[in-house]
C-alpha cells in the first residue's frame, strides 16, 4: 500500500456531502474549503450572497464541487428552509458542521433579553434544529459527523462572556448529547475550539494591537490563530479517522487554554 493510498482510505471525504453553516468567512469559509478539497461536496450555508458566491466561486474553480444557500439562521422557519435547500443541492449530508454565530457581548448588567434570544438562537437553537433535521438519517444510512465550531468562553469567563459564553457551553453540552443518541449508528459528535483567530468575528479584539498582542503573548506558540489552521482538524474529525472519536472538545488553540 502506498502512504498516498494509506493517507486517502483514512482521510478521504470522495462521495460525501457536507453541509456548514457560516462558511462564508472566518473558521467557517476555510473548513467549507478544506472538506471540499479533501472530496467532499460542500453546501456553504450563510447570510451574505455575495461572500457566498465568492465562497463557491473559489472551490468551484479549484475543482471542487460546491453550492450555496442563502439563509437566515435566527428563526425557526429560516432554520428549516435554508435545511431542505441545502439537502436538496448534493443529497441529505454524511457532515454537519455548525460555524455559524454571532457575537453580541454587552456588560452583563446590559445584557437584555434581545441580545440574549438572539444569541441563543443563532448559536445554539440553530445547531439543535439542524442536528434534529439531519442526525436521524446519518443515524440510518450507518455514518454521519457533527462538528460544532464554539469557544474558549464555553470552558473560561473572560472578556465580557455574556450570553455568547452561555451559548457556546451548551452548544458542546448539545455535541454530548448528540454523541449519546446517535454514536451507536455511526454518528460522531464533536466540537472544535479556537483561541483567538483573526476574524470578522472577533474584529471588536482584533482592531486593538496591544489586546491582540497580549492575547498572542498567552499562546505557547506565539501567535494568534489563523482560520486555515482547523483545516487539518476539521477533515480529520469529518472522515473515517475519527470514527473513535466522539463526544470531545478538540483545543485548536496553539496551548492558549492549558498555558
Not at 66 to 72: I, K
Not at 131 to 143: K, L, S
Request: glycine share 12%; net charge negative.
Amino acid at each position: 500500500m502506498t502512504s498516498q493510498t494509506y493517507l486517502s482510505a483514512l482521510f478521504s471525504l470522495n462521495d460525501r456531502v457536507a453541509v456548514v453553516t457560516g462558511g462564508s468567512s472566518g473558521i467557517g469559509r476555510a473548513i467549507a474549503g478544506a472538506l471540499a478539497r479533501a472530496g467532499a461536496s460542500v453546501v456553504v450555508v450563510a447570510r451574505r450572497e455575495a461572500e457566498l458566491a465568492a465562497t463557491v466561486d473559489e472551490l468551484t474553480a479549484d475543482g471542487c464541487r460546491a453550492a450555496w444557500v442563502g439563509g437566515d439562521l435566527g428563526s425557526r422557519d429560516g432554520v428549516r428552509a435554508a435545511a431542505e435547500q441545502a439537502a436538496a443541492a448534493f443529497g441529505e449530508p454524511d457532515i454537519l458542521v455548525n460555524s455559524a454565530g454571532i457575537n453580541l457581548r454587552p456588560p452583563m448588567g446590559e445584557l437584555g433579553e434581545e441580545v440574549w434570544d438572539t444569541t441563543m438562537a443563532v448559536n445554539l437553537k440553530a445547531p439543535f434544529l439542524l442536528g434534529q433535521r439531519f442526525g436521524p438519517g446519518m443515524a440510518e444510512r450507518g455514518f454521519g459527523r457533527i462538528i460544532h465550531v464554539t469557544s474558549q468562553q464555553a470552558h473560561r469567563a473572560f472578556v465580557q462572556s455574556g450570553a455568547y459564553g452561555v451559548s457556546k457551553g451548551a452548544l458542546e453540552s448539545l455535541a454530548r448529547s448528540q454523541a449519546e443518541a446517535w454514536s451507536p449508528y455511526g454518528v460522531t459528535c464533536n466540537t472544535l475550539v479556537p483561541g483567538f483567530v483573526m476574524t470578522p468575528l472577533n474584529e471588536r479584539l482584533s482592531s486593538d494591537p496591544e489586546k491582540v498582542a497580549a492575547l498572542a503573548a498567552r499562546t505557547m506558540v506565539g501567535r494568534n490563530g489563523l482560520a486555515d489552521d482547523f483545516a487539518g482538524a476539521a477533515v480529520f474529525l469529518a472522515s473515517g479517522a475519527s470514527a473513535y472519536v466522539t463526544g470531545q472538545a478538540l483545543f485548536v488553540d496553539g496551548g492558549l487554554s492549558v498555558h
